[in-house]
């Protein structure tokens, strides 16, 4: 791989992070409901995937680090690991919790709906699927929990490749 590739795939590496922690951020800050959001209630998610044969794998971390009888304080942080380097973001946002709608900036909602999913030590989940699809091509897909409003799943497709956040560690009730 030449160097002036490698300088494109790094950037397309951070860009493709900054996407996806945008994108779980917002999934969270929407779809959160008062049964499952108290101070310190976590979700951690994880995946690995491989951009013009650089493997990457990536950690996302949801958490509610604040709250009020109106309002969270949700803390997104992602570590995105490969052998060009580590990368780390990490965004504080208040979302009122009573107006919540579930969106996602930039990109339009292509269907949404129920269904089953299987989840490794979890069993079989009833979900809500939102797929969403932006301008570029990128496509989203959330696995949301219909006990919780959490995440279980968050699949991202890009037109070089995909990558699968699956949620691994959890204190919120009804996800362990």
Not at 48 to 55: A, I, Y
Not at 115 to 131: A, C, Q, S
Not at 157 to 162: E, R
């Amino acid at each position: 791989m030449k160097l002036e590739s490698l300088s494109k795939t790094k950037k397309l590496l951070i860009i493709v992070a900054i996407v996806l922690l945008v994108i779980g951020g917002l999934v969270v800050y929407q779809l959160l409901t008062p049964r499952t959001f108290f101070k310190g209630a976590y979700a951690v998610y994880y995946g690995k995937t491989s951009v013009f044969f650089v493997p990457i794998n990536m950690t996302l971390r949801l958490e509610i680090v604040d709250t009020n009888t109106t309002y969270a304080k949700i803390l997104t942080y992602a570590k995105v690991e490969t052998p060009l380097g580590v990368y780390e973001y990490q965004n504080t946002t208040w979302v009122n919790l009573k107006n919540y709608t579930y969106s996602i900036e930039g990109s339009h909602l292509i269907r949404s709906y129920e269904d089953t999913i299987y989840v490794e030590k979890m069993g079989t989940k009833n979900v809500i699927v939102y797929e969403y699809k932006n301008k570029a091509g990128s496509e989203t897909i959330f696995y949301i929990d219909k006990k919780t409003g959490w995440p279980i799943k968050i699949k991202y497709t890009l037109i070089f490749g995909q990558i699968d956040l699956n949620l691994i560690d959890t204190n919120v009730p009804g996800l362990k």
